[in-house]
């Protein structure tokens, strides 16, 4: 129903071009951008709205099957994109985004520790998934003072000036330049203050990408998550603040308060405090000096790595680690990036079908762009000893070019 309402708008587009045609009035096609302007925001509401959900009868449960509702699979776990804890009333729900045009669905649970549980049963916890969340323009994180000079400023001090001098030069063009130029104004404009900012939240830090601005934050940098409210120009935007070692802080933006009423700012605050929390908790003290590279080149590193994986002692100095030990060491977050690739490489010859899937689980969770693709690269079901060799080199070049 509420999806039926919210495509409403969409629905009359075939009629008005019919009526534009048999009418022969053809400005009235203009409706179309308006009908599909409502369209899409009507669709928005419909899938991202909370307001007036109504409880169904049964029990809910989930396992790696999916969610169930007294013992049946309602929504198969291949269908589920991706979950999170919100905070709703005196209690708290579970969000299931689903893959393809499928609605969001939501779970009441009593507690948000029952609904991380419930994640964690479908492996969409903090410690199993990657959250990719869709925040706020940077732009709407500034005060109004940078908003305005990162809209208004370059308007006044470079379209229009460049707009009358192509005039003022070139008179016969006529309306030209102001066809070209208002159209990129606008875009530009409209660009910078709607483009969302990527929140990618794995199990070692926060990554977020702005148009071409990118950011890693590792949670051994974050003291605490709290949330904000801002009153910017008479509308009130929420999101999450990262107070960071040092004093520094980092806002991210969900949007304007009670926008479509998605929780989208208590989504993220809470999924950022359970990888918080999940970091803090992890395991440590692995000793994993035998991992590192030191002078030794790639090739070198490779055959090291590889006789830690098999239990042979490295040197006098350094003991062969256990392969549970390995397999640890590539979840520990705290750890040095090669180290945690190190430990992947060791391990996966000789690791179980259990064990090479939570390696595989490592690679997913990592939210650090370089480590990630690393740790993609050494994983692959395909990939050759030259290949893994390969990426250590080039993980190893990065970290000796920082």
Not at 369 to 392: G, Q, S
Request: aromatic share 6%; hydrophobic share 50%.
């Amino acid at each position: 129903m509420r999806l039926a309402l919210g495509a409403a708008p969409l629905v009359f587009m075939p009629a008005v071009v019919a009526l534009a045609i048999a009418l022969g009035n053809y400005p009235l096609l203009v409706m179309l951008v308006h009908l599909s302007i409502f369209g899409g925001l009507g669709l928005t509401w419909a899938f991202r709205s909370m307001d007036g959900l109504r409880d169904l009868p049964g029990a809910v449960t989930a396992d790696d099957r999916g969610l169930l509702v007294d013992g049946r699979v309602v929504t198969p776990r291949s269908q589920i994109k991706q979950g999170f804890v919100v905070s709703h009333g005196p209690a708290a729900l579970v969000k299931l985004e689903r893959r393809g045009p499928r609605p969001a669905m939501l779970v009441r649970v009593a507690t948000t520790t029952e609904g991380r549980a419930l994640l964690r049963n479908l492996g969409l916890d903090a410690t199993q998934s990657v959250a990719d969340i869709r925040a706020a323009s940077w732009v709407l994180t500034q005060s109004l003072g940078k908003q305005l000079a990162l809209t208004v400023g370059p308007m006044l001090g470079g379209f229009l000036p460049l707009l009358f001098g192509l005039l003022a030069l070139f008179p016969t063009l006529g309306a030209i330049p102001a066809a070209v130029l208002v159209p990129l104004m606008l875009a530009y404009i409209f660009g910078i203050a709607l483009a969302p900012t990527r929140v990618r939240i794995g199990t070692d830090g926060v990554f977020t990408k702005w148009l071409m601005t990118e950011r890693f934050v590792s949670f051994a940098e974050i003291e605490s998550v709290v949330a904000y409210e801002d009153v910017i120009a008479g509308k009130h935007y929420v999101g999450a603040i990262l107070q960071l070692v040092g004093g520094e802080t980092t806002k991210l933006c969900s949007g304007q308060k009670n926008f479509f009423s998605d929780g989208g700012a208590a989504i993220l605050v809470e999924r950022l405090r359970e990888a918080l929390d999940a970091h803090r908790s992890g395991a440590r003290g692995v000793d994993t000096s035998a991992l590192a590279r030191g002078s030794r080149s790639g090739s070198e590193w490779f055959r090291a790595l590889r006789r830690i994986g098999a239990g042979a002692d490295v040197d006098a100095r350094h003991a062969g680690m256990s392969l549970e030990a390995l397999v640890s060491a590539v979840h520990d977050t705290t750890l040095d990036p090669a180290a945690r690739v190190g430990a992947a490489v060791a391990a996966l010859p000789y690791a179980t079908p259990a064990e090479r899937r939570r390696i595989r689980i490592a690679a997913e969770t990592t939210a650090e762009p370089r480590l990630r693709i690393a740790l993609e690269k050494v994983t692959a079901a395909d990939a050759e000893d030259a290949d893994v060799t390969l990426a250590l080199e080039e993980l190893a070049a990065i970290q000796d070019s920082r």
